[in-house]
């Protein structure tokens, strides 16, 4: 167990829909990242989030939102779904804004059916 | 933008020889890190190792050593004694020093990926 808990672990939709991911950082960390691991991109960096506060965003698609909470969690908000959405969708986490380890979660599969 | 090549998609290799993973990236500022993270077929992401690019002592861990060559932008990783443990996906990542305050990515910008395979 890492320390970084991905809620759900998979996740089946259709075509148009929304839904949610969760992450909760390991204990103590500050920032949390989200990143999307998928067939033709591999695996890519979307956005973070440094104690509330986007700090940086990636090749994040405008239907993606984040948001993380006063109390450190973050959710991954996918809308318009689209087959090409399909992907492991991971967080990681970190202890400051400029710590270079990460910890990574074990992953939300998502499949866009 | 910074890109990270990693140009061998398949290696194999017998169990306890040793094997060189390749990996070299491209980039304009003279500080920076790098890193290698595993994937089993567990889909979890590992760190292996990591490097500051401004150390030139090659990083070490047990088995696991990387050759920096900052000049030539490479940065391998050696795996030696392979294990059954150790097939898995290995990925080579890249991280800018500078963030924040508008605009940059800041997250790590990885490879697309060796597959290793070890033959018992």
């Known amino acids: 167990d890492s320390g970084v808990t991905q809620t759900p672990k998979h996740l089946i939709t259709a075509t148009g829909q929304r839904v949610t991911l969760r992450c909760s950082p390991r204990?103590?960390?500050?920032?949390v990242y989200w990143y999307q691991q998928s067939l033709d991109q591999g695996l890519q960096f979307l956005i973070q989030?440094?104690?509330?506060?986007?700090?940086a965003k990636g090749n994040i698609l405008e239907r993606f939102s984040a948001q993380q909470f006063p109390d450190l969690h973050s959710e991954l908000n996918l809308s318009s779904l689209e087959l090409g959405d399909s992907a492991l969708y991971f967080c990681?986490?970190?202890?400051?804004?400029?710590?270079?380890?990460?910890?990574f979660g074990s992953g939300t599969r998502l499949t866009v059916v | 933008a910074q890109t990270v090549t990693q140009s061998q998609p398949e290696m194999s290799v017998q169990e306890a020889e040793t094997v060189t993973l390749s990996c070299t990236y491209d980039?304009?500022?003279?500080?920076?890190?790098l890193f290698w993270y595993k994937q089993p077929p567990s889909r979890q992401m590992i760190l292996v190792i990591r490097?500051?690019?401004?150390?030139?002592q090659n990083a070490t861990e047990n088995r696991f050593s990387v050759n920096f060559q900052k000049a030539a932008k490479s940065f391998s990783l050696k795996i030696s004694d392979s294990q059954l443990g150790d097939a898995a996906m290995y990925f080579c990542?890249?991280?800018?020093?500078?963030?924040?305050?508008?605009?940059?990515?800041?997250?790590?910008?990885f490879g697309k990926g060796t597959h290793l395979i070890i033959q018992p």
């Open positions: 990681a986490s970190s202890v400051g804004r400029n710590s270079y380890g990460y910890t």
């Open positions: 204990s103590g960390d500050l920032s």
């Open positions: 989030y440094y104690n509330g506060e986007e700090r």
């Open positions: 980039t304009s500022e003279s500080d920076y890190y």
């Open positions: 490097q500051e690019a401004y150390k030139q």
């Open positions: 990542a890249y991280r800018s020093p500078t963030m924040y305050s508008g605009g940059g990515a800041d997250g790590l910008t």
